[in-house]
């Protein structure tokens, strides 16, 4: 009888589970469901006895709700990205906190801050402007001038080193009132300085070619000296990979503005040799305002294709600078080697602003396999948090806390 009792009861205990245990399925999904079932264990459906029996009834009482699904957003991916020279090429997020130590770390090794922006891009202005503060706060701390450089002012043009400088709308790069630089007025600087090709040069230059398009007088003004054309000819020429440079991303530029098809529009080599010859005018003209700033920060905010993989402001800058300074990368100790130290930061790049042939960012630009490939620049920054699929290859984000590296990391800053 005993035994038949123990029976009945299991009976009744495994019926009161199959009910307690029945979600309608038209109006709860399958994650919801495992939800509740789990809320009907935690409430404890399966307690040995008469406890378990009551609690049953308890659940009987009352219908099994849904659980409701969980609203938080996702965290934001990371704004500022280190490109690690690797290859393939990776990248190393840095979270919101520890923005900041690796931005005091840029202006320790840096001359020059290349942040390169689109032409009119009222958000790609914001970006550089916003991460220019930071670094401007950060050399000031350390009792380092701060000098504000455009390539969109003509050189020689006078900038205030406060407010909006007047009649911007008249500067050749200004691309109509100016009005998508008003963010770049904000940066606190002790000196503002022009760094740009004339208007007048430059659509001589874009109209009848470097051969004609140029006098005497504007190759000392904007190439330093009478030798300095030779000086442009030859980075062209010794510098590797950089064919492959003026393919896919100069020229790359002129298709995607359709200019083969509008009516007096440079041609296609005017159009490369005009942006080939700004590149090099801006870097001779920072080149002249490290000279007589030796110890200052030049922040310079300058087109976007001239930051991209090396070859265009940057690359040029590190080969005409002089060499006898002492090397801000090797601790302070004079290298014959290393220049003008410039890191460049492209700000809110995109798969099709780095001429990349899918929906990813392109990160490197190698000519041939036995080249080292020239990344697309030092960092990159984002005013906005990225889209998931435009990023790659990307490292465990960098923390300001200190942490232990076990060695499963791929690369970066390990420190204990």
Wanted: include cysteine; hydrophobic fraction near 40%.
């Amino acid at each position: 009888r005993l035994m038949q009792s123990r029976g009945v009861i299991a009976a009744v205990l495994f019926l009161l589970q199959a009910r307690a245990l029945h979600v309608p399925t038209t109006t709860t999904p399958k994650a919801t469901t495992k939800a509740t079932r789990r809320q009907v264990l935690h409430e404890g459906l399966f307690l040995p006895g008469l406890g378990g029996l009551l609690c049953v009834s308890s659940l009987i009482s009352r219908p099994c709700h849904a659980v409701a699904p969980n609203t938080d957003e996702a965290s934001p991916r990371p704004l500022l990205y280190r490109v690690e020279n690797t290859y393939p090429m990776t990248l190393q997020p840095f979270i919101q906190r520890a923005v900041g130590l690796e931005e005091q770390k840029i202006v320790d090794i840096s001359d020059v801050v290349l942040l390169g922006a689109g032409r009119g891009d009222a958000d790609d202005v914001v970006a550089a402007a916003n991460i220019a503060k930071d670094l401007a706060f950060f050399a000031q701390r350390s009792k380092r001038k701060v000098i504000l450089a455009l390539d969109a002012a003509p050189l020689g043009t006078p900038l205030p080193s406060t407010g909006v400088p007047q009649d911007v709308e008249t500067w050749p790069g200004a691309r109509g009132d100016g009005a998508w630089l008003d963010a770049i007025w904000e940066v606190p600087c002790e000196e503002r300085v022009a760094v740009g090709v004339g208007g007048e040069t430059l659509r001589r230059l874009q109209q009848e070619g470097l051969n004609k398009g140029l006098t005497a007088n504007e190759t000392r003004l904007y190439l330093g000296g009478d030798d300095g054309g030779e000086r442009f000819v030859t980075f062209a020429r010794e510098t590797t990979g950089f064919d492959m440079y003026v393919e896919r991303v100069v020229a790359r530029r002129y298709d995607q503005l359709g200019l083969a098809n509008v009516t007096g529009a440079p041609t296609k080599n005017n159009y490369i040799s005009a942006s080939l010859f700004q590149h090099e005018a801006t870097a001779v003209a920072l080149a002249d305002l490290l000279k007589e700033n030796p110890d200052a920060l030049v922040l310079a905010v300058v087109g976007e294709d001239a930051v991209k993989f090396g070859h265009g402001i940057q690359g040029r800058l590190e080969r005409i600078s002089t060499t006898t300074k002492k090397s801000r990368r090797g601790g302070g100790k004079k290298d014959a080697a290393a220049g003008t130290a410039a890191t460049s930061i492209l700000c809110n790049p995109s798969a099709k602003s780095t001429y990349s042939l899918n929906t990813r960012l392109r990160m490197s630009l190698t000519a041939q396999l036995e080249f080292e490939p020239r990344r697309v620049a030092d960092f990159i920054f984002f005013s906005a948090s990225p889209p998931p699929n435009l990023l790659e290859r990307m490292m465990n984000p960098l923390d300001a806390l200190p942490h232990i590296d076990f060695g499963l990391s791929t690369g970066g800053d390990a420190a204990i």
